[in-house]
């Protein structure tokens, strides 16, 4: 759905209907918003101060499919007054006035569900089964995939081998000692524990194999259908993305962050920050 720049939405790509998993998605963004500013939301742009990100730097941008959704630290939400309008801002517009009013460190992500209809079908795929995290060996093995992943992959992943997602499954290296190229696992999203967020590793050495590919796969077939699946991660990971896309995962929201403690207090008239480009 075009904003009124003619700028497409993310959640709604093509102009095509919104599948019940993405809708779900979009329902859960909204019910926390409305839980947080305590009445309804409203169409356009609204800040929404939140206490459990109190200490934050960031201001988090959703964009829906009439309304977008800013959250933020309640004693930074005066620094966000000149993105409130009643126009649904674009996660580009969005970022664009916040570093044209002197925020920093941008950073954009992708969103993507996996609609029933899109799930993978068929046996697991080879070499790949779930894993246990209760298990020691299970647990071991994992241990031993991430002490071969870079530090910067580990925190990018959210993987902690000491305290393992509920949901996860492996697959083999070749070899036949039992070690594994690729971790899938998951956890419920904090805004809805329906859907399933999932995460990923690969042993370096056995990138391009297609082995975090039927990670994915195996995480999602050997799970009951009792969840849906939240596929989240940084939009210059593109090999991440690329993945996320070729396993069936649909854009819902492009969700946005600045670090908005840089901008000056140049309090208006009204009171609110002025916002140097004038708009």
Do not use: K
């Not at 949901?167 to 594994?180: K, M, R, T, Y």
Request: glycine share 8%.
């Amino acid at each position: 759905m075009p904003d009124d720049d003619g700028e497409q939405r993310p959640d709604s790509p093509g102009g095509s209907e919104i599948g019940p998993v993405a809708r779900r998605y979009l329902d859960a963004v909204r019910t926390s918003a409305e839980a947080d500013l305590g009445h309804e939301l409203p169409d356009g742009t609204t800040v929404v101060p939140a206490p459990d990100r109190q200490g934050s730097r960031s201001a988090v941008c959703y964009p829906l499919h009439r309304s977008t959704v800013v959250w933020c630290a309640p004693e930074r939400a005066h620094l966000l007054e000149i993105v409130r309008s009643d126009r649904a801002a674009t996660s580009e517009r969005f970022t664009r006035t916040m570093l044209d009013a002197g925020a920093t460190s941008p950073s954009r992500g992708h969103d993507r569900v996996l609609e029933r209809a899109d799930r993978p079908v068929g046996p697991t795929p080879s070499g790949a089964r779930r894993l246990d995290p209760g298990r020691p060996g299970d647990r071991e093995l994992v241990a031993a995939l991430a002490a071969r992943c870079p530090a910067d992959d580990l925190d990018e992943a959210e993987l902690d081998p000491d305290h393992l997602d509920p949901h996860i499954a492996g697959v083999e290296a070749p070899g036949g000692d039992g070690a594994l190229a690729a971790v899938a696992y998951a956890q419920p999203w904090v805004h809805d524990p329906v859907l399933l967020d999932i995460g990923v590793i690969c042993d370096p050495a056995h990138r391009r194999t297609g082995a975090a590919q039927r990670a994915v796969t195996a995480l999602v077939l050997t799970h009951d259908d009792d969840h849906d699946w939240l596929y989240r991660c940084d939009a210059e990971n593109t090999a991440s993305d690329r993945l996320a896309v070729a396993l069936g995962f649909r854009l819902v929201s492009e969700v946005t962050s600045v670090d908005v403690t840089t901008i000056a207090e140049q309090p208006g008239s009204d009171g609110s920050i002025a916002d140097p480009s004038g708009r």
